[in-house]
Nanobody, 125 residues
Framework: VQLQASGGGLVQPGESLTLSCVTS????????ISWFRQAPGKEREGVSC????????YYADSVKDRFNISRDKGKNTLYLQMNALRPEDTAIYFC???????????????????WGQGTQVTVSS
C-alpha cells in the first residue's frame, strides 16, 4: 500500500487548509482510514479517522469542531479539512490505513496498518 499526503503549508492562525491523501488501492479495501500528526518533541497523535463500513468518524478533542475528515471513494482519496488553525496544530501530518483494533480507530496504532510520507503544516503569525 502506498499513501501520499499533500496540501500542507504555512498559514496564519485562524486560517484553513485542506490535506489530501491518495491511496494506491481502493479506500474501501481498508477497515479504516485516518490522519495522525507528529510535532517536534511531542508524541504522535491520532487526529481523526473514519470507519469505511459505515462512515463513522472520530476526532481528537484537540481538533473537534475544527477539523473534518472525508473521502472520495472514486478517487481513492482521503481529505482533512482544517479550519481555525492554531499554532499548536503545527506538525507533520500523515494519512494511514488501519485494521480493526481497539474501541475506536482513533486508538489504533498506525504502525499496525500502513502510512506514507507526511506533509508539513505550520501555523504561525
Amino acid at each position: 500500500v502506498q499513501l501520499q499526503a499533500s496540501g500542507g503549508g504555512l498559514v496564519q492562525p485562524g486560517e484553513s487548509l485542506t490535506l489530501s491523501c491518495v491511496t494506491s488501492r481502493p479506500i474501501l479495501d481498508y477497515y479504516a482510514i485516518s490522519w495522525f500528526r507528529q510535532a517536534p518533541g511531542k508524541e504522535r497523535e491520532g487526529v481523526s479517522c473514519m470507519v469505511n463500513s459505515d462512515g463513522t468518524t472520530y476526532y481528537a478533542d484537540s481538533v473537534k469542531d475544527r477539523f473534518n475528515i472525508s473521502r472520495d471513494k472514486g478517487k481513492n482519496t482521503l481529505y482533512l479539512q482544517m479550519n481555525a488553525l492554531r499554532p499548536e496544530d503545527t506538525a507533520i501530518y500523515f494519512c494511514a490505513t488501519l485494521p480493526p483494533w481497539g474501541d475506536t480507530c482513533l486508538e489504533t496504532d498506525p504502525d499496525l496498518g500502513s502510512w506514507g510520507q507526511g506533509t508539513q503544516v505550520t501555523v504561525s503569525s
